[in-house]
């Protein structure tokens, strides 16, 4: 039976490493391993609160702004600080724009060369795959735009004519070619390098397919940094854009003449939002429901996983602001009330679960726990098994590989501790999370008749599942819960947010309209009014799933900071009682037909959009001091 | 010693344009240690045209760095990656992974040996013997001297690789440390930044395409052209500074107005980057420009000087240096008033005391 | 009323008291302007020009007053080169300046009467050469700061490697900031003991400085060092 090691998985954020035992063609068990830990965690000990979203925001520069956005809402929570309306308008437009940026960079960059090869684009005819660019365009585009009446105030499109939109001609398409032959043909590969390009997997595609998905892997390389322009303008740069505890430092004024804000910088915002749309609908979704089409139709419907068992979501998008999250305003107003966890969605709508996730749930002992019985940290020994976030405990405990020494690895021991990733659970059970998280619960939910009134954007969502359903030929349970299903939510997820985007920019205008240009609540900025001892919880249903910040302050310092990350939610390594996490299970989910070159195992994963440096625990503290060596050359 | 001919009169002498000279970034190769004789050779043997061969690897990081790289547009990231450069190793981009991608790595090592530029992103972590930070099933550490011991030249991406960063903050669970230790005393371009703004991480690469040659380096190391003044110097808001206009609290007129953000706790009085100038987004802002105070991060220990929001470092409910001076002022002026009154009943007794003597004496 | 014979000892050359009373104005001004630029009044005026909130002009009175105070110091260092009297060091490496401190110490402590007679005691000697460190550190890093607005030149060749040595230029300014305190509280203490010593222990402290001599009563234990 082969024991395949696959270390490191790339192109994602990262170190990470897989381990699968496959018999035949089947994996009979996964070991998924974060392979780094930086110890934020006790970085975060005893700083200001206010800082704070500098700090964890450094957890990640792929999806930045995720982590600073859930540590202002948690900071805030733990405060009782309401942020003013545009401060909300202006974080979800950073949170739309980073889901959008994210998921096309995710797809074209990350994830498209496991689908697609430059070696098979040599034998594409330019003539044809510009015919196919014209044909996907007819056929695939969904065109869902935000709704007119009703929940938007206004539905202002500044755009004359599509200025992003994809090329259909021969001579565009047979340069690319000849440049992709140049590279082929110099030996010198690049970032092209050393992929099984041989695999019979690139043949599920035409060569069509795959000079198309090359050419625009070239254009969304270059498209790509302009969609985060909203973070340099309300934030200063991208990656890692500024926030303040409060609302936005990005002062608003339309009377000043050096404001930070002003109409010519809510211009690029503008054009920025509507080039995210324009991508998003004439190149991702075409292109993702041609190539997810024609894998299913190859009967790739495997790597599904978790998402038949148990799926979790926090709800997003607060459409107004709110007083806090563990009072529960949070959630009293959201766009996608995607707050719940769905339970056996594999065996249809009928037989599957739903329950509502409340503020209760968060401040509930057994709610939200970590454990840590894989993972290279200890608890305390009377310590219970897992615990809440408030009271966690990040002290690290590495032990030595199954074979290998303690710095070269051969294969790492699934019996004990394996990874730098805790084990979070919902009531001591696993979950998946993600876009595929969030599009199963809305679907389930409205199904069960238990979304009452649904906003544009779940109904849009709904729509959305519609379509591709009808695209496909198959039911949502069917190809939903599947590697395809998980990269085409994603997909769907980014064509939502673009949609989010223009909402909130539209309700931005709206409100600065009538005169409102506060961006800050400085009512709680100095310690002095800070209650003693607090805590709280900020939640942020981030690219890649839900995210939970969760932090104590004792005396104006952080006492306690623990983030669980989607990454960790969904690559956490195993738990004796509640099985596998949602990479091992997708990867025992998933057929291997040739075990040298187990690209369906790395397709698997990157569907996931893994991102490990935020997974690999990020808090505690409890005063567990670890001695520190000083490498400062300075000794400072 | 034979007098090398520059690259711009080897592209005239080849017939070249200037802008296939631009584009071709040949230039790298004479960086990298190659006479133009050796470089023929390498141009027959690759039956094409050679790029100059990168390898970017990655330690205790976010990835923020290689983002903030994608985000060039002049040069364009696809241009430099699919046209300037050979990314033969990068975590990021690269498509393959697992064994057939370490084995590519080391080929590329041995058959480019003393020929290639290391990219490093990221901290290299010490604390028990790397295993903080594993990759490959090898140490970072390992995996950093290896790369570093055949590369021509390193750059330093970003604060971590540059410092150490956010993981060498106090306390510094896992030991971490900027990478020039550890490379074997080769010389390290650094680009500090958290992250850097991304044409300077490509115009790097750039200088050596367009010169030939190393960017001039301060004495930290870090390339003069993009680090060699503070922002404070060259920002925008600095006649505000000047005039004594001043954002007194997030929000309020003056940060409406774009006051300067100095006593919202902005760094850029000692913070080295080209913010103020390039800015970022081809001079679209940066976060003084959009109301964020600098938090000063291309410096060395800039998460240790916080809280970024101040100036100076509140010790708990006691205040700033200034409220502790002028408390320790006022105690320290009671404390002689009350010793000058002692001292004048000091005195006094003492001189009773020889009054008295005296009286004895007599 | 007993007569006291005083005797008259010449201590310090005009160098040396010009140089103290530029020293005084200078500090005082560094001093007020230096708190002024690390927290800047608050005014929201729109003119600040017509005010004296000016950053601009504070920093320059700053820089001025610190340029200043460096040159007077040639005269110190002249002084300290014609006369012995400019040079009354701390004498470490003397067994007796830790037991005459000790003396010292314990008189100011209210705990003895008082204390033998110094043309200089050893403790004021010790903070004097202490003020000519703490002063030293205000010189390089205030330098540090402001030769980096031209990191390429000679001043900052000169000085930047005490950014280096502190480990960022943001410590530079802490360094620079605290120190200033630290010679603030000296300079209280200062003005206390030399008053003190002038009107109470009859040690002519304060006219020595405006006339140069002290005129003391009783032979003075380490007289030798002017002879």
Redesign the interface.
């Known amino acids: 039976m082969p024991h395949v090691v696959v270390d490191p998985i790339t192109r994602i954020e990262g170190h990470l490493r897989v381990e699968v035992e496959i018999n035949g063609n089947q994996v009979t068990d996964a070991i998924s391993s974060g392979t780094a830990w930086r110890g934020l965690e006790l970085v975060m000990k005893d700083r200001d609160p206010r800082d704070a979203w500098a700090y964890i925001q450094r957890i990640c520069g792929v999806c930045t702004t995720a982590h600073a956005l859930a540590s202002v809402r948690a900071v805030e929570d733990a405060l009782g600080i309401k942020i003013p309306k545009n401060a909300n308008y202006i974080r979800n437009i950073m949170a739309a724009t980073l889901t959008v940026q994210d998921h096309i960079v995710h797809f074209y960059h990350l994830h498209a060369l496991d689908w697609v090869s430059p070696v098979e684009a040599l034998s594409a005819n330019p003539d044809a795959t510009a015919n196919l660019q014209r044909d996907l365009l007819n056929a695939y585009r969904l065109n869902f735009t935000t709704p007119t009446t009703g929940q938007t105030l206004q539905s202002m499109s500044t755009e004359a004519v599509p200025h992003d939109f994809p090329a259909a001609t021969p001579q565009y398409f047979a340069a690319i070619q000849a440049k992709v032959r140049t590279i082929v043909e110099s030996g010198q590969l690049g970032i092209f390098s050393a992929q099984w390009w041989d695999h019979p997997d690139y043949k599920i595609l035409p060569p069509e397919v795959h000079l198309l998905a090359v050419a625009h892997y070239i254009e969304m390389l270059d498209k790509q940094r302009e969609l985060v322009t909203p973070h340099v303008i309300f934030g200063g740069k991208n990656p890692h854009p500024h926030y303040v505890v409060g609302g936005m430092p990005c002062s608003i004024s339309l009377k000043d003449g050096n404001a930070p804000v002003n109409t010519a910088r809510l211009a690029i915002v503008d054009r920025a939002i509507n080039m995210g749309r324009t991508l998003v609908n004439n190149y991702y979704i075409p292109d993702l429901v041609a190539i997810g089409n024609l894998y299913v139709k190859a009967g790739k419907v495997d790597g599904g996983g978790l998402a038949k068992t148990r799926v979790l979501g926090f709800g997003a998008y607060p459409i107004e602001n709110y007083s806090g999250t563990s009072n529960g305003s949070f959630f009293s107003n959201m766009l996608i009330r995607c707050n719940g966890v769905v339970e056996n969605f594999g065996a249809g709508v009928a037989n599957a679960a739903f329950h509502e996730l409340t503020a209760d749930d968060l401040k509930a002992e057994d709610g939200f726990t970590e454990g840590v019985q894989h993972a290279w940290y200890e608890y305390p020994e009377n310590s219970n098994p897992d615990l809440h976030p408030w009271e966690g405990i990040t002290k690290d405990k590495f032990t030595e590989p199954k074979v290998g020494t303690e710095t070269v690895w051969q294969q790492l021991n699934e019996q004990g501790k394996y990874s730098w990733l805790k084990t979070p659970k919902w009531k001591g059970q696993l979950c998946e999370v993600g876009p595929l998280a969030r599009y199963i619960i809305i679907y389930t939910r409205a199904q069960k008749g238990m979304l009452p009134n649904p906003t544009w954007a779940e109904q849009m969502m709904l729509e959305q599942i519609n379509a591709v359903s009808g695209v496909l030929g198959l039911t949502p349970e069917v190809w939903l819960p599947t590697m395809v299903g998980r990269t085409a939510a994603r997909a769907l997820d980014c064509q939502l947010n673009a949609e989010i985007n223009r909402f909130f920019f539209d309700k931005l205008i709206a409100n600065l309209k009538t005169g409102d240009t506060t961006v800050v609540d400085n009512s709680k900025w100095f310690p002095e009014v800070w209650d003693q001892k607090c805590h709280g919880v900020g939640l942020y249903e981030a690219p890649r799933g839900g995210l939970s910040h969760w932090v104590s302050i004792e005396d104006s310092k952080i006492s306690n900071y623990q983030c669980i990350v989607p990454t960790t939610w969904n690559a956490c390594p195993r738990d004796d009682s509640a099985g596998h996490g949602a990479f091992e299970a997708a990867m025992i989910d998933t057929a291997v037909q040739i075990p040298d070159k187990p690209i369906e195992i790395a397709r698997v994963i990157r569907s996931f959009d893994p991102c490990m440096a935020c997974a690999t625990h990020m808090f505690d503290a409890s005063g567990k001091e670890i001695a520190a060596v000083t490498t ?1 050359p ?1 000794f ?1 | 010693m034979q007098q090398r001919e520059t690259l711009w009169e080897a592209y005239l002498r080849r017939g070249l344009s200037r802008r296939s000279f631009l584009k071709g970034c040949f230039a790298l190769t004479a960086m990298m240690g190659l006479s133009l004789d050796k470089f023929n050779d390498v141009v027959e043997a690759a039956s094409g045209r050679p790029l100059p061969v990168v390898i970017w690897i990655h330690g205790h990081e976010c990835t923020g760095c290689d983002e903030s790289f994608i985000r060039s547009a002049s040069p364009l990231a696809s241009d430099l990656v699919l046209n300037e450069i050979a990314l033969e190793y990068d975590h990021l981009l690269s498509a393959a992974c697992g064994e057939p991608f370490e084995a590519h790595l080391d080929q590329t090592i041995q058959n480019y040996y003393g020929n290639y530029i290391l990219a490093v992103e990221g901290a290299v972590a010490t604390k028990m013997n790397g295993a903080y930070c594993m990759s490959g099933g090898h140490t970072f550490t390992s995996l950093l001297q290896k790369a570093a011991a055949g590369a021509a030249a390193i750059i330093a991406y970003g604060s971590c690789s540059s410092y150490g960063g956010i993981q060498a903050a106090n306390p510094n669970p896992t030991g971490s440390a900027g990478i020039e230790m550890f490379v074997g005393g080769k010389p390290v371009i650094k680009v500090p930044g958290c992250p850097p703004i991304p044409e300077v991480m490509t115009g790097v690469v750039m200088h050596v395409a367009l010169f030939g040659n190393l960017p001039d380096l ?3 190391g870090r390339p ?1 052209q993009f680090f ?3 922002i404070h ?1 060259t920002c925008y808001r600095r006649p505000f ?6 954002a ?1 609290t997030f929000d309020d ?2 940060a409406k107005a774009g006051w300067c953000l ?2 919202l706790g902005c ?1 850029g ?4 980057s080209s913010c103020g100038n390039l800015r970022w987004y081809q001079g679209m802002s940066y976060p003084i420009q959009s109301g964020a105070p600098c938090i ?1 991060c291309a ?4 998460w240790d ?1 916080e809280p970024f929001t101040d ?3 509140k010790y708990g409910k006691i205040g700033d ?2 409220k ?2 002028i408390g ?2 006022v105690m ?2 009671a404390g ?1 008033a009350a ?2 009154v ?3 009943i ?2 006094n007794s ?1 001189d009773k005391v020889a009054e008295e003597n ?1 009286h004895d004496e007599d | 009323m ?1 007569e006291v014979k005083r005797k008259e000892f010449y201590l310090f050359s005009p160098f040396l008291r010009i140089f103290h009373w530029i020293m005084v104005t200078m500090i005082l001004i560094l001093f007020a302007t230096g ?1 002024l630029i ?7 005026t729109p003119e ?2 017509l ?1 004296i ?4 002009l ?2 320059d009175i700053h820089f001025v007053a610190a340029f200043i105070l460096c040159a007077s110091l040639i005269l110190r260092v002249y002084g300290f080169a014609i006369n012995r009297g400019d040079r009354l060091f701390p004498r470490f490496w003397e067994g007796h300046f830790y037991s005459e401190t000790v003396d010292v110490a314990l008189h ?1 402590m ?1 705990l003895k ?2 204390h033998a007679s110094y043309l200089r005691n050893p403790m004021a000697r010790a903070s004097y050469a202490m003020l000519y460190v703490l002063l030293a550190i205000e010189i390089f890093t205030g330098f540090a ?1 402001y030769f ?2 031209k ?2 030149g000679t001043g900052a060749a000169l000085f ?1 490697w005490v950014n ?11 360094v620079h ?2 120190v200033a ?1 630290f010679i ?2 000296f300079a ?2 200062h003005l ?1 003991m030399v008053v ?1 010593a002038e009107f ?1 222990e009859g040690e002519s402290e304060v006219s020595s400085m405006f006339s140069g001599s002290k005129i003391l009563a009783h032979n003075p234990k380490d007289a030798n060092e002017v002879d």
Request: net charge positive.
């Open positions: 400062d300075n400072r | 301060d004495s930290d003069k060699g003044n503070r110097d500074f000047d005039a004594g206009l001043f007194e007129a003056g100095y006593k760094r009085p000692e913070t080295y000063g410096n060395a220990h800039f000087e100036r100076l470092p240096a200034d502790i001076g320790l002022g320290a002026t002689v010793h000058a002692a001292s004048v000091q005195r003492r005296r | 007993k708190i690390a927290k800047p009044l608050q005014v929201m600040p020009f005010t909130t000016s950053m601009d504070v920093r100011y209210l009467k008082e700061m980096m607005n990191p390429n930047g280096t040595i502190l480990g960022s230029e943001m410590m530079t300014h802490l900031h605290y305190w603030i509280l209280i203490g206390y003190r109470m």
